[in-house]
């Protein structure tokens, strides 16, 4: 059950079980020294209107109430005000849990210090940069266009990052990178482009500070699974809460401002999975709500989830990739990459002066001085291993492997006989037989591969010595 708190977030924080939370966003006042406010009016076409309109005609103003809050905390808004609260919030924090710490100009240093005092500097991961252009610019300093957002772990050994499930930006030069990985896009930088909820946007609530749903669900894609529970204890507008209800989360939102229950009041109507602590929302709801309501997690949504664990495991780094001159190759479809890795050991070959040419048949790859070989090519998976996959028991007599990591490749070359005996089985097809698999880890070479090559220096002399011979029927 979600949970809308209305009260001290301090003590509301002391009630939360210990390591209990996977997420936690937070957009504290920014101490700007201000009563922040935004007034709701209409106008109404009246004689004595206090203001003209289309054609002439006159208009009358008329308040329909302000939404405010003091932001004034002086010289007690790191030590007295939010140091304890973050205290608590790294206790209730899960093990594997990370933190978004949303601030601006103002106090971000100050708060940068704090932070670190209470998670460690190992823990920070990044300084995100919320950028808009929006707004009066200033002639007397440069323009403040943008805020700050912290990013804290818990363990840095340790946290959720689900890189697949963020929405990606266009590419700023799309015929530099071909059609798929432009149509794709790429992962944002730490630099967030984004525009602020406009007074005329349907997101708008009324709340002075509130913020855009697009910047969270970012935030919740990336750093929480389905299921998990999100928690914002300075609430707000209750954003983190409609992302949370349309992304499949679990949330408590916190918030000690009488206006802000009545905003998030009206923004939740007609949602029944909310367990409203110390305020009554009916007086200002509707039975209809604009936000639809998740079903419980079925098991495709927790098979989804758990996925985005194991696709670690199954994929390789993207990081390690950004400056190799193969980082390219992860975007290729399997029998793309199959392609790459023939032609390259092709070329390989040929320059170390043995004579090479395609086989003609599909029992074998390349006829390397007239003997048959077959090849199989992979990126450096994660863990630091290579998997060679789909290796046929077919008509060939040496089977030579090509791996490439972000900065270094590795090759080895085996008998058809001995790869057979130590590789796994992949699956039986009906027709050709059993495919099998082979997992290397070049750093850690079972006795069995210690002579069949490794670095290319290594299997040019193990390459040299089986395939430089005289043409072999």
């Not at 079980?17 to 106008?43: C, H, R, V, W």
């Not at 990336?222 to 499949?248: I, M, P």
């Not at 270094?408 to 001995?418: L, M, S, V």
Request: glycine share 8%.
């Amino acid at each position: 059950m979600n949970r809308i708190i209305f009260g001290d977030n301090l003590g509301a924080l002391k009630k939360i079980a210990a390591e209990s939370i996977d997420l936690i966003y937070i957009d504290p006042p920014f101490n700007t020294g201000k009563s922040q406010k935004m007034a709701k009016i209409k106008t109404i076409r009246s004689k004595n209107g206090d203001r003209a309109g289309f054609q002439g005609n006159k208009y009358q103003t008329i308040s329909l109430g302000v939404k405010q809050y003091s932001d004034d905390f002086g010289d007690d808004y790191i030590g007295q005000f939010l140091s304890p609260r973050l205290q608590e919030a790294y206790r209730v924090l899960a093990p594997h849990g990370s933190l978004y710490f949303h601030i601006d100009y103002r106090e971000s240093h100050y708060c940068k210090i704090m932070l670190d005092k209470i998670f460690g500097r190992d823990c920070f991961m990044n300084e995100i940069i919320w950028a808009y252009d929006y707004g009066a610019k200033q002639k007397t300093k440069w323009p403040t266009k943008h805020d700050n957002i912290f990013f804290y772990v818990k363990d840095p050994e340790n946290y959720v990052f689900n890189a697949h499930a963020i929405d990606r930006e266009p590419y700023m030069a799309p015929g530099l990178v071909g059609p798929e990985k432009a149509n794709r896009g790429k992962l944002p930088t730490d630099t967030w482009w984004h525009t602020i909820v406009g007074t005329n946007s349907r997101e708008r609530t009324g709340y002075p500070t509130q913020k855009p749903l697009g910047v969270i669900n970012r935030i919740i894609q990336a750093s929480s699974n389905v299921g998990d529970t999100v928690l914002d204890f300075f609430a707000g507008s209750g954003t983190v809460g409609e992302s949370c209800l349309k992304l499949n989360r679990k949330f408590i939102l916190v918030d000690s401002n009488q206006e802000s229950l009545e905003v998030m009041a009206k923004r939740f109507s007609g949602i029944s999975s909310i367990n409203w602590v110390g305020f009554d929302p009916k007086p200002y709801q509707n039975e209809i709500s604009s936000i639809k309501e998740q079903n419980p997690i079925d098991d495709f949504q927790l098979l989804a989830s758990a996925s985005s664990y194991l696709r670690l495991d199954l994929e390789s780094p993207q990081g390690e990739w950004e400056d190799s001159p193969f980082g390219w190759v992860l975007d290729l479809p399997p029998a793309a990459k199959g392609k790459l890795g023939r032609q390259l050991i092709f070329t390989w070959c040929a320059s170390k002066g043995l004579s090479v040419d395609y086989a003609l048949d599909k029992d074998a790859s390349l006829l390397i001085n007239g003997i048959r070989v077959a090849t199989k090519f992979s990126t450096l998976w994660s863990g630091g291993i290579y998997k060679f996959q789909q290796i046929r028991d077919l008509d060939y007599q040496y089977l030579i492997c090509l791996g490439i990591s972000p900065t270094e490749a590795h090759c080895w070359i085996f008998r058809k006989e001995d790869v057979l005996s130590h590789a796994k089985v992949q699956h039986k097809g009906a027709k050709e037989g059993a495919e099998y698999w082979l997992s290397i880890n070049p750093n850690n070479l079972p006795d069995w591969l210690k002579n069949s090559g490794g670095s290319l220096v290594e299997s040019h002399h193990v390459v040299m010595k089986l395939l430089n011979s005289k043409k072999k029927s």
